[in-house]
């Protein structure tokens, strides 16, 4: 039955492995859309920035009352903008925390039966090495037992 069960155990590594790496693919993809997340939200930051430094330069230079609503009625789209981003940001961060805390659940398990399958790994070398030795030797002794002999 031991015989049997490296053989397992490296199935079993392998399984944990591939699950690790489609963790760690997942955990990659979380982090890139999470990175275009906070992209978007500067560019919309910044968009509003420009549209109100250019609302102020129309402003000093005065501007018909409809064109001026207009502009600020586009600002508050923008700040509603912004805060939805802001809030979805927020909700990516928290399946950023989840995905990560899986993948780190999956690695650990991969390390741990990775360990195991290299210590029985060795356990079996030193073994198979013992024994080899083991059966050196008697045939050393064997042969010097037929040399006294003559």
């Not at 155990?9 to 693919?25: C, F, G, L, N, P």
């Not at 195991?116 to 030193?126: A, G, I, N, T, Y």
Request: net charge positive.
């Amino acid at each position: 039955m031991s015989g049997k069960m490296p053989g397992k155990m490296d199935k079993v590594a392998a399984v944990a492995q591939i699950a690790e790496q489609k963790s760690a693919r997942e955990l990659g993809t979380s982090q890139q859309d999470h990175q275009r997340k906070c992209v978007q939200l500067d560019q919309l930051k910044q968009f509003k920035a420009d549209y109100e430094l250019t609302l102020e330069q129309k402003g000093s230079e005065g501007m018909p009352a409809k064109q001026l609503q207009d502009y600020r009625l586009f600002l508050g789209r923008l700040n509603q903008a912004i805060d939805q981003q802001v809030r979805e940001i927020q909700d990516s961060e928290v399946r950023l925390a989840a995905v990560q805390a899986r993948w780190l659940s999956k690695s650990q398990r991969k390390s741990a039966l990775d360990h195991l399958v290299d210590e029985r790994h060795r356990v079996q070398v030193k073994s198979r090495d013992k024994a080899e030795q083991k059966a050196s030797d008697e045939h050393m002794m064997h042969r010097r037992s037929m040399g006294n002999d003559s």
